[in-house]
């Protein structure tokens, strides 16, 4: 008997015939930095800091992403045909397993990376924007649990919807090779996060995630593989912010 091996599912880029392109990713994105100032003005007006309030942290981790994914899936709906075609989303068996492996992988080499990058810029400054926010802040279980579960599980789809799925679209749309793009929505992913110090750690967070969807040719195994690697950062949010572990 032949033996059965896995080859990746889409040798080629399928052909894309929705409207939507490469400007409905940059109007997404501008929704999502117009989004993050307003919730910062809105705050300042009424002398609140983001470094002390956990409601602020909450509401400007979460709500902007939120937003502009809502309007990703509604730009999927009006210019296209919809999220399951469009995004190629999925999470079916195949997905799980094919991002479990992906995720394992790049968290064994974010944890390599990170190690590295610490040693060389200091602990303080390999903190993601996050980390930073809840540095020395003490949050009730319930907040607490809620950014956990937010950084673990949630955060990873919004992000993937936007990244791997609208963007990867958009590149596709423009009858780029494959690898082509799943370089440039590697770069642009790292880039996007505005952490320009860790612009370099956050591409090796970035590439076992893009091999995922490249792999699979389906949003679903990304998505998984971005959890998992999204897993240990987050606990380590939840025991700082619990009061369990020293920041």
Do not use: C, Q
């Given at each position: 008997?032949?033996?059965?091996?896995?080859?990746?599912?889409?040798?080629?880029?399928?052909?894309?015939?929705?409207?939507?392109?490469?400007?409905?990713?940059?109007?997404?994105?501008?929704?999502?930095?117009?989004?993050?100032?307003?919730?910062?003005?809105?705050?300042?007006?009424?002398?609140?800091?983001?470094?002390?309030?956990?409601?602020?942290?909450?509401?400007?981790?979460?709500?902007?992403?939120?937003?502009?994914?809502?309007?990703?899936?509604?730009?999927?709906?009006?210019?296209?045909?919809?999220?399951?075609?469009?995004?190629?989303?999925?999470?079916?068996?195949?997905?799980?397993?094919?991002?479990?492996?992906?995720?394992?992988?790049?968290?064994?080499?974010?944890?390599?990376a990170g190690t590295v990058w610490t040693k060389v810029v200091g602990e303080e400054a390999a903190k993601s924007s996050i980390g930073q926010l809840v540095n020395d802040l003490s949050m009730p279980v319930a907040a607490a649990i809620t950014l956990f579960i937010y950084v673990w599980l949630i955060g990873p789809v919004f992000e993937e919807i936007i990244y791997r799925g609208l963007l990867w679209g958009a590149l596709e749309r423009l009858n780029m090779g494959r690898w082509v793009v799943f370089g440039l929505t590697t770069v642009i992913f790292a880039i996007s996060h505005l952490e320009p110090l860790r612009?370099?750690?956050?591409?090796?967070?970035?590439?076992?995630?893009?091999?995922?969807?490249?792999?699979?040719?389906?949003?679903?195994a990304s998505i998984v593989a971005h959890q998992i690697n999204n897993f240990v950062p987050a606990l380590a949010i939840l025991l700082t912010t619990l009061g369990v572990m020293q920041p």
């Open positions: 008997m032949t033996p059965v091996t896995e080859t990746p599912a889409e040798t080629t880029p399928r052909i894309r015939d929705h409207k939507w392109g490469f400007g409905a990713f940059l109007l997404v994105f501008g929704v999502y930095i117009l989004t993050a100032v307003v919730i910062g003005t809105i705050a300042r007006m009424y002398g609140l800091n983001k470094t002390d309030s956990v409601a602020v942290i909450l509401v400007g981790t979460m709500v902007p992403t939120a937003l502009t994914t809502l309007l990703a899936l509604l730009v999927t709906k009006l210019r296209g045909n919809g999220p399951k075609i469009d995004l190629r989303w999925s999470y079916t068996r195949a997905d799980v397993k094919a991002g479990f492996k992906f995720g394992l992988l790049g968290l064994v080499s974010t944890t390599i612009t370099s750690l956050l591409l090796v967070v970035g590439i076992p995630i893009g091999l995922a969807r490249l792999y699979t040719g389906r949003l679903g």
